[in-house]
């Protein structure tokens, strides 16, 4: 059994799938051309498979890793299981920290085995540097280096309307804690790290409306 978290506006759309545990099993981020499925365990495709979203999994354009947790590694390889086994034909991409412990000759070396088994898309594998802005949809990306060792990021989205920041399960303290200046100031915070006092999504009163799914 999965739970979801919801925030949505006229353009934009955030889910974060909760399990039974309170571990995140994925976040989908949607925009104008523009869907990224961050960080995604094998259980975020279960999940979508259970709601009949097909065209959900079909839709996503974009993965994008924050870390280089093993689990994240196994996810995307389901992601490009189910695509494979529903006839995918647009392209994935996928973006990895260029620092991060995830080699891209590793990455390539575990997708390209499940891709020579009647692939019908293009799976590109982009490493990123730190504070690089890369482009996916009508929205630019980037990996935005916080903390005193510098080893924790938050992905920061920019669409024409919105930004969006993303933190992963590095950061475990309240997510005041990282208030960005107000000049930065998001329009809606998820949070990864399971924290039974604090929604995942946090959207930046009083102009967005939480709902729960």
């Given at each position: 059994?999965?739970?979801?978290?919801?925030?949505?506006?006229?353009?934009?759309?955030?889910?974060?799938?909760?399990?039974?545990?309170?571990?995140?099993?994925?976040?989908?981020?949607?925009?104008?051309?523009?869907?990224?499925?961050?960080?995604?365990?094998?259980?975020?495709?279960?999940?979508?498979?259970?709601?009949?979203?097909?065209?959900?999994?079909?839709?996503?354009?974009?993965?994008?890793?924050?870390?280089h947790s093993p689990e994240f590694v196994r996810g995307l390889c389901t992601l490009i299981t189910y695509?494979?086994?529903?006839?995918?034909?647009?392209?994935?991409?996928?973006?990895?920290?260029?620092?991060?412990?995830?080699?891209?000759?590793?990455?390539?070396?575990?997708?390209?085995?499940?891709?020579?088994?009647?692939?019908?898309?293009?799976?590109?594998?982009?490493?990123?540097?730190?504070?690089?802005?890369?482009?996916?949809?009508?929205?630019?990306?980037?990996?935005?280096?916080?903390?005193?060792?510098?080893?924790?990021?938050?992905?920061?989205?920019?669409?024409?309307?919105?930004?969006?920041?993303?933190?992963?399960?590095?950061?475990?303290?309240?997510?005041?804690?990282?208030?960005?200046?107000?000049?930065?100031?998001?329009?809606?915070?998820?949070?990864?790290?399971?924290?039974?006092?604090y929604r995942q999504i946090i959207p930046a009163p009083p102009r967005k409306e939480f709902v729960r799914?």
């Open positions: 059994m999965f739970s979801k978290q919801v925030w949505h506006d006229r353009r934009h759309q955030a889910e974060v799938f909760v399990n039974e545990e309170g571990i995140v099993s994925g976040t989908i981020i949607a925009y104008k051309r523009g869907v990224c499925l961050v960080n995604p365990r094998p259980a975020v495709l279960i999940a979508l498979y259970q709601e009949a979203k097909i065209k959900r999994i079909l839709g996503v354009n974009a993965v994008v890793l924050t870390d695509s494979r086994e529903l006839r995918r034909r647009k392209p994935l991409d996928v973006y990895v920290r260029a620092d991060s412990a995830i080699s891209p000759v590793f990455l390539n070396s575990c997708c390209a085995q499940l891709m020579r088994e009647c692939s019908q898309f293009d799976l590109n594998i982009m490493p990123v540097s730190m504070e690089t802005p890369f482009n996916i949809g009508e929205a630019e990306l980037s990996y935005k280096a916080h903390g005193e060792d510098r080893g924790s990021a938050i992905l920061q989205i920019r669409t024409q309307d919105r930004l969006v920041h993303f933190y992963d399960e590095s950061f475990r303290e309240e997510l005041e804690a990282y208030t960005p200046e107000k000049s930065d100031a998001p329009d809606i915070a998820i949070r990864a790290v399971q924290l039974p006092q799914a």
